[in-house]
């Protein structure tokens, strides 16, 4: 009889940490939902209905909010969530419908109703997504374009062969300025220097990228100079300052390219992702402000495992002014990943002039 009695206790103690723990999962999935983390909401409900062996209502309901959020962020990137989506949405009305639920069961039927724009089938998103991808991209090059235009034209861009700019560099603050040289050939080819002294006398800092290779030169905490050379470019094609919309624009009908255009008020946003490798890929991300030019560029190098990002920038535009005809961001935020924010701010520049392949050497 004692024997009963404590097993009977062991299951109900059981079952009782595990209903603790669903509670604090579901609390998780909550907590991700409304900080827009669905994905990681959506783990912790399949975690709780993994506990309990059952689908509770309030998990269910939770589930299909973050599953809408994801589909209405990307309506045309993964057939399955459709399908599970809709899915989910029909058990939550053929078993949900019960006192108390009624605010939960009316949230469930308007997604319902608006999964009806959805595709039905597989081969239907196919047809879609493909039509949205061909209208996507003309989208695409007409804002590349009228933001060229804006900028000076197409044909006065193609005729920069190579750019120099000086100024000040703030980093951590006004207190640490310093004089700061970029110099540009191309998209891919850029030599920076950061020194105590104009002209670049008492060099801090120079960063060198040249096609396969990076090569930095910095003062080490002792004071002394040491090298550094990379057979991997950090961020490739990274000279964004001005060769962004050329460089979108030349990849556009690139296979190796993918393109995805968002709106979101007076700003738009073009994402150009390269095709994965071996070693991860490149995802380049510009919004262009109501007055048709680039404000904020990110440019992140993603490992193969599509979430670890090892290398990112990001660089906010402003202060445009037209140099030779051309209009060029004069104040540039900058954060690197692991790197202190810096800002520079631009006094002159030089084009087609004071720039020669020993630069980038």
Do not use: W
């Not at 809408?68 to 962020?73: A, G, H, P, R, T």
């Not at 150009?272 to 904020?296: D, Q, R, W």
């Not at 520049?349 to 392949?357: K, L, M, R, S, T």
């Amino acid at each position: 009889m004692k024997i009963l009695v404590i097993a009977f206790l062991m299951i109900n103690i059981q079952l009782y940490a595990q209903s603790t723990i669903a509670k604090l999962k579901y609390e998780d999935a909550e907590k991700a939902f409304y900080e827009k983390k669905y994905t990681e909401s959506i783990e912790n409900l399949d975690e709780v209905e993994s506990i309990l062996g059952q689908i509770p209502p309030n998990t269910l309901h939770l589930k299909i909010l973050a599953q809408y959020e994801i589909l209405k962020s990307n309506s045309f990137n993964d057939y399955n969530l459709i399908a599970e989506l809709r899915a989910n949405c029909n058990i939550y009305l053929e078993k949900f419908d019960i006192q108390g639920l009624e605010e939960k069961y009316k949230d469930i039927y308007i997604i319902s109703e608006n999964m009806l724009d959805y595709p039905n089938s597989k081969e239907e998103f196919i047809a879609k997504s493909k039509q949205k991808e061909v209208e996507d991209l003309n989208k695409i090059k007409q804002l590349l374009e009228k933001s060229m235009e804006i900028r000076g034209g197409l044909e006065a861009i193609s005729n920069v062969k190579s750019i120099y700019f000086k100024g000040m560099m703030e980093v951590d603050g006004a207190k640490n300025l310093r004089f700061h040289e970029e110099k540009y050939m191309g998209p891919k080819k850029i030599s920076k220097i950061t020194s105590a002294k104009k002209g670049g006398k008492n060099l801090i800092m120079k960063v060198v990228q040249n096609g396969d290779f990076t090569l930095i030169e910095a003062l080490d905490q002792y004071g002394r100079l040491t090298n550094q050379k990379s057979e991997k470019v950090f961020i490739p094609e990274a000279s964004i300052n001005f060769y962004s919309e050329k460089l979108l624009y030349d990849k556009l009908n690139d296979p190796n390219y993918s393109f995805e255009l968002s709106s979101r008020g007076n700003t738009k946003t073009i994402t150009m992702i390269s095709g994965s490798s071996e070693i991860g890929f490149i995802k380049h991300i510009t919004t262009y402000g109501a007055n048709g030019l680039p404000s904020v560029v990110s440019v992140n190098f993603i490992e193969k495992d599509g979430f670890t990002i090892s290398h990112s920038k990001t660089e906010k535009f402003s202060d445009y002014r037209a140099i030779e005809g051309i209009l060029l961001a004069h104040h540039i935020s900058r954060e690197y990943q692991f790197l202190k924010k810096s800002i520079f701010n631009i006094s002159e520049v030089i084009i087609n002039q004071g720039v020669d392949e020993v630069d980038f050497k």
